[in-house]
């Protein structure tokens, strides 16, 4: 529908949401001129639409995943166990704003970050 490449999709029935992560420079694609195709697909699917940039480098697709909260560093570390943890410093306005309403925006991330780069958890301080 868009022409932008599709990654990876997640239906938010609880909260209304669909988020489609695209192949990075696929962004001006699945948006449209002006939202014009966010805005078809939203018609189409009938619940709000979310679009993120896919990055190969885990930190910045952590980063995408978050915006538009400013964050001041990222750091991800592999447990003994092989469990990655990526850890976000921000202020508390920031820091509000990537956990969302309900934790809705920092649940999404972790589900995506775990498929995409396979970490297992976000920390946010």
């Not at 805005?39 to 979310?50: A, P």
Request: aromatic share 2%.
């Amino acid at each position: 529908m868009t022409g932008a490449t599709v990654k990876d999709c997640l239906v938010d029935d609880e909260n209304g949401k669909i988020t489609f992560l695209v192949k990075k420079g696929d962004m001006g694609l699945a948006i449209g001129k002006r939202g014009s195709t966010v805005s078809k697909v939203q018609k189409t699917v009938d619940k709000g639409v979310e679009v993120i940039e896919h990055s190969d480098d885990p930190a910045e697709f952590i980063a995408n995943l978050v915006a538009p909260a400013k964050i001041r560093s990222i750091r991800i570390l592999q447990k003994e166990n092989g469990e990655k943890i990526a850890t976000l410093e921000a202020d508390s306005r920031n820091k509000r704003t990537a956990i969302g309403k309900g934790g809705q925006n920092i649940e999404r991330a972790r589900v995506l970050a775990k498929r995409q780069h396979n970490i297992n958890n976000i920390v946010i301080k």
